[in-house]
Structure formats: structure tokens, C-alpha cells
């Protein structure tokens, strides 16, 4: 599968953006779907997960602030972030994992498929 991700920018403290994880060569529902982030000089950390049943994970720091969801018809994966803070700041990046795999992980090392990154600047 190769993944696109999108939608990130320059945004205020407290606004919101819609990240997308576009799909091709085969459908999303065949996969774990997760986004990870990447500040600099930092190392890359889970952010949320979606299951191929729909179930989902979120880090700690989410706090109810980012929902993860998955379109079908679009083959596409997103992330809702509202309330967004400066320590948010990064580069987020979607992944997959194997698709005999059916749980979530949070971990890097678990997902095979990665998109490119797509940064989220969070101004105060």
C-alpha cells in the first residue's frame, strides 16, 4: 500500500486542522491504520491508531483533542486535531501495518508502510 498524507500548516494555538492519509493499491480496510509525529530533534512517538473493525487508540497527550477515522469510499484516513498546542508542532506521519496484523500498535517498529510527513506548525 503507499501512503499520502496531507493537510497540515501554520495554525494558532487553540485552532484545529484535518490531516488526510490518502491510500492506493489496496484498501484501507485491510490495515491497522495509525499517525505517529516527529518534533525535532526528537523521536518519532504514537499519536492515534484505528483498527480494521474500527476500534481506536490515542496517546496520553491527546487528552481528547485529535480523533482518528477512516472513509472507505475515499480510502482514506484522517485526523481531526482541535484544540491544538504549541508542543503539538511536528511533522505527522500515517502508517500501516502488515495486513495479516489485526491489532493496534504504538510502536514504529510495528508498522511496515509509511507516507511522507506533513507539518503541523503550531504558533503561540
Known amino acids: 500500500v503507499q501512503l499520502q498524507a496531507s493537510g497540515g500548516g501554520l495554525v494558532q494555538t487553540g485552532g484545529s486542522l484535518r490531516l488526510s492519509c490518502a491510500a492506493s493499491?489496496?484498501?484501507?480496510?485491510?490495515?491497522?491504520m495509525g499517525w505517529f509525529r516527529q518534533a525535532p530533534g526528537k523521536k518519532r512517538e504514537f499519536v492515534a491508531a484505528?483498527?480494521?473493525?474500527?476500534?481506536?487508540r490515542s496517546a496520553d497527550f491527546v487528552q481528547g483533542r485529535f480523533t482518528i477515522s477512516k472513509d472507505y469510499a475515499k480510502n482514506t484516513v484522517y485526523l481531526q486535531m482541535n484544540t491544538l498546542k504549541p508542543e503539538d508542532t511536528a511533522a505527522y506521519y500515517c502508517?500501516?501495518?502488515?495486513?495479516?496484523?489485526?491489532?493496534?500498535?504504538?510502536?514504529?517498529?510495528?508498522?511496515?508502510?509509511w507516507g511522507q510527513g506533513t507539518q503541523v506548525t503550531v504558533s503561540s
Open positions: 484505528v483498527s480494521k473493525t474500527g476500534s481506536t
Open positions: 502508517a500501516a501495518r502488515p495486513p495479516a496484523i489485526t491489532v493496534i500498535a504504538t510502536t514504529t517498529q510495528a508498522y511496515t508502510s
Open positions: 493499491g489496496r484498501k484501507i480496510s485491510d490495515y491497522v
